[in-house]
């Protein structure tokens, strides 16, 4: 009897030490409202720290991003996307940057180095050769803070509008 309690216990202590620690997977996770896939993922489970060393796509209806690597957390809903970040608003829900009303929202695309993204507040920061494009418009900036709420889009640094 004692040593089964034992063993029980050895075994408890063991599965707890496995769920504390970093995890390596090919599987999929959801990310503030973004589904999230790439080939191979680091996680850790009581901070919710996660890295992605390989290219990662996030969907989500009408939306799709891809990059070559990520790092973020899932309990706070930051995520920093680096390299030939690309953003495809199929719905153009992100802003409403080529109509200038609500009601003509078109689709668009953005390109950048890095992608910061808030998924509380959804916040969207593009740095690095940022390039929108949406409708007939198109705009190179330094630097764009898309808001996922009001639809605002705010540009700093080197800003080029192309209509």
Known sequence: MKTTRNVLL?????????AAAPRTTTT??????????????TYNYQSGAFSTPTH??????????????????TKSKQALLSG?????????????FSSGTMS???PAILTCDSLQIDGTGK????????HFVQGASSVTADRAVMNGL????HLFGNVTMHT
């Open 10 to 18: 050895a075994i408890c202590a063991a599965l707890c030490a496995l």
């Open 28 to 41: 999929g996770f959801n990310f503030s409202d973004w589904n999230v896939q790439t080939g191979e993922f």
């Open 56 to 73: 990662i796509t996030l969907t989500r209806p009408g939306s799709e991003i891809r990059a070559d690597r990520a790092n973020g957390n």
């Open 84 to 96: 030939n970040v690309w953003l495809r608003d199929q719905n153009g829900v992100l802003t409403n």
């Open 104 to 106: 003509g929202h078109q």
């Open 123 to 130: 916040i969207y920061t593009a740095v690095g050769h940022v």
């Open 150 to 153: 009001t639809h605002d889009l």
